[in-house]
C-alpha cells in the first residue's frame, strides 16, 4: 500500500469516528493539492488554538488557492470546522480541514 493510501484511509477512519459524510474521490483531490505536507507529522495537521497557523490557513488555502476575497465569512468557515471536527480534537488532519473548508465555501468545482 502506497504512503498516500494510508494516509487517506487514515482521514477515511477519521471521518468515520466523527460520523462525517464525505465524497471520497474529492478528499483524495484535496489530498493530493496538500503535496507532501500530508506525511512530515507537524505539518498534516492544523493546530487549531494557533492564530498564526490559522491565518496561514486564511492566507495560503483560501484565498490564494480557493480565489477567495478577504472576509470575515474566512475567519466564519474556519471557525465552523474547527466546530465540525471538535475544538479539543488533536487529530484536525490538513487534508480533512481543506476539504471541509472547500465544502463549506462550495469549492469543489476547483478540484474537477
Known sequence: MSKF?????????????LDIK????LLTKVAKGCGPSI???DSSKVS?????????V?????IKKLGLKDTPKLD?????VVEQLGKSN?????????????KHFRKASMYK
Not at 5 to 17: A, I, N, R, V
Not at 58 to 62: G, I, S, V
Request: proline letters at 2%; a neutral charge.
Open 5 to 17: 493510501q494510508e494516509c487517506l484511509d487514515t482521514y477515511e477512519k477519521e471521518f468515520g469516528k
Open 22 to 25: 464525505f465524497d471520497s474521490a
Open 39 to 41: 506525511y512530515n507529522k
Open 48 to 56: 487549531s488554538g494557533d492564530p498564526a497557523e490559522l491565518d496561514r
Open 58 to 62: 486564511r492566507k495560503n488555502f483560501l
Open 76 to 80: 466564519e468557515g474556519i471557525a465552523a
Open 90 to 102: 488533536r487529530n484536525k488532519y490538513r487534508a480533512m480541514f481543506y476539504y471541509l473548508l472547500v
